[in-house]
């Protein structure tokens, strides 16, 4: 009969501890994911600076890409969705700027001047490429 009422009353116990473990777990996700969206946000955002400067330094049009990597408002910041479609917008929004980069260092590489010298400051000469 002891032993009835020990698993009786331990039983409940464990219940609670399983319950307990689950909601750790849960909570522990959670907070794993509020990370990932918190360092995705400063990236993406670090990001659409740079390519502004990039647009700049290729005199593009300050319009262009507007909005084109922009997360839908629609999805709760809470839910994985929002973590994926941000990391998504993040990846190709990377991929953007390298490319407007790469661009940029390939026309600052080839960007050829000609020091004026006291004999072509009278005028300035073309230099053939």
């Keep these: 009969m ?25 909570w522990r996700l959670l907070e794993r994911r509020q990370q990932q969206v918190r360092e995705l946000r400063a990236k993406h955002q670090l990001l ?9 330094r290729l005199m593009m049009d300050p319009s262009k890409w507007i909005g084109e990597f922009d997360v839908d408002q629609n999805l709760d910041k809470e839910s994985p969705e929002y973590l994926e479609a941000l990391a998504q917008a993040t990846e190709e929004l990377e991929f953007c700027v390298n490319l407007c980069k790469s661009h940029v260092m390939m026309v600052t590489c080839f960007d050829i001047s ?16």
């Design 48 to 56: 659409l600076e740079e390519l502004e400067d990039t647009k700049v």
């Design 2 to 26: 002891l032993t009835f009422c020990l698993n009786f009353f331990q039983q409940p116990y464990q219940e609670v501890e399983k319950g307990l473990v689950y909601f750790n777990n849960k």
């Design 114 to 129: 000609m020091p004026l010298t006291p004999r072509t400051q009278e005028g300035l000469r073309e230099v053939e490429v």
